[in-house]
T-cell receptor, first 111, second 116 residues
Framework: SQQGEEDPQALSIQEGENATMNCSYKTSINNLQWYRQNSGRGLVHLILIRSNEREKHSGRLRVTLDTSKKSSSLLITASRAADTASYFCATVQAAGNKLTFGGGTRVLVKP | ETGVTQTPRHLVMGMTNKKSLKCEQHLGHNAMYWYKQSAKKPLELMFVYNFKEQTENNSVPSRFSPECPNSSHLFLHLHTLQPEDSALYLC???????????????FGAGSRLTVL
C-alpha cells in the first residue's frame, strides 16, 4: 500500500469556493510536500512542510500537518478555474529519505 | 518552462522499435529521476541517479534501460516494449537524493509514449 493516500479522489466545486483535500501516511516523515499537475503535464511543487511544523501558507494555499494522526490537508481558498488540476501529496520518509507520491486528488473548479 | 526539458513530447513506436527519451536540466541538481504515470495508477518511480550513479531501480523490466552520462542529462532507452508500457514518462531532478529537504522535485513536462 502507498505511503501517502489522498482523500477525496475527486472534487468538484464552484469558482470562489474553498477546496480541501487530505493526505494520510503510515510511517514517520522528514517532510511532506504537495504538488500540482495540469492534465498531461509534469508536476509542479507547491509547498513543503517539515515534520516539526504544523501549518504553512503560500498565497491562497494553506497546508496543515498533524504528525500524531499522520495526516496533512491542503486548502485552496477562493478557488479559480485555473486551479483545476490533480493535486498530489508526497511524503519523505524519516528512514532513508525516500519520497513517495500518493494517488492524487482531481479537482475541478467550475466557472 | 521548469528548467527540466524532456524530448520528445510525444512518441509512437511499434513493439520492435528502439527509441530513447531524453531529459536535460541545467538547475545544478545532482539527482535525476524517471517516473511512469499510467491512467488511474499512482506515479511509479522507475530509476534514481544521484551524482551520476544509479541508486534505485524499482524492479523495472530490462526493456527499459536508463543512462546518465552526467548530472545534467538522463536518458531512457526503450526496446521491445509492450502496449501496456504506454504511459506518460516524467523526468525530475532535485538537489540531491540523500539530504533531507534537498529532494524537492522539479519535473519536466513529460514524454507521452504510445506503443502499438
Amino acid at each position: 500500500s502507498q505511503q501517502g493516500e489522498e482523500d477525496p479522489q475527486a472534487l468538484s466545486i464552484q469558482e470562489g469556493e474553498n477546496a480541501t483535500m487530505n493526505c494520510s501516511y503510515k510511517t514517520s516523515i522528514n517532510n511532506l510536500q504537495w504538488y500540482r499537475q495540469n492534465s498531461g503535464r509534469g508536476l509542479v511543487h507547491l509547498i513543503l512542510i517539515r515534520s516539526n511544523e504544523r501549518e504553512k501558507h503560500s498565497g491562497r494555499l494553506r497546508v496543515t500537518l498533524d504528525t500524531s494522526k499522520k495526516s496533512s490537508s491542503l486548502l485552496i481558498t477562493a478557488s479559480r478555474a485555473a486551479d483545476t488540476a490533480s493535486y498530489f501529496c508526497a511524503t519523505v520518509q524519516a528512514a532513508g529519505n525516500k519520497l513517495t507520491f500518493g494517488g492524487g486528488t482531481r479537482v475541478l473548479v467550475k466557472p | 518552462e521548469t528548467g527540466v526539458t524532456q524530448t520528445p513530447r510525444h512518441l509512437v513506436m511499434g513493439m520492435t522499435n528502439k527509441k530513447s527519451l531524453k531529459c536535460e536540466q541545467h538547475l545544478g541538481h545532482n539527482a535525476m529521476y524517471w517516473y511512469k504515470q499510467s491512467a488511474k495508477k499512482p506515479l511509479e518511480l522507475m530509476f534514481v541517479y544521484n551524482f551520476k550513479e544509479q541508486t534505485e531501480n524499482n524492479s523495472v523490466p530490462s526493456r527499459f534501460s536508463p543512462e546518465c552520462p552526467n548530472s545534467s542529462h538522463l536518458f531512457l532507452h526503450l526496446h521491445t516494449l509492450q502496449p501496456e508500457d504506454s504511459a506518460l514518462y516524467l523526468c525530475a531532478s532535485s538537489l540531491d537524493r540523500v539530504r533531507a529537504g534537498a529532494n524537492v522535485l522539479t519535473f519536466g513536462a513529460g514524454s507521452r509514449l504510445t506503443v502499438l
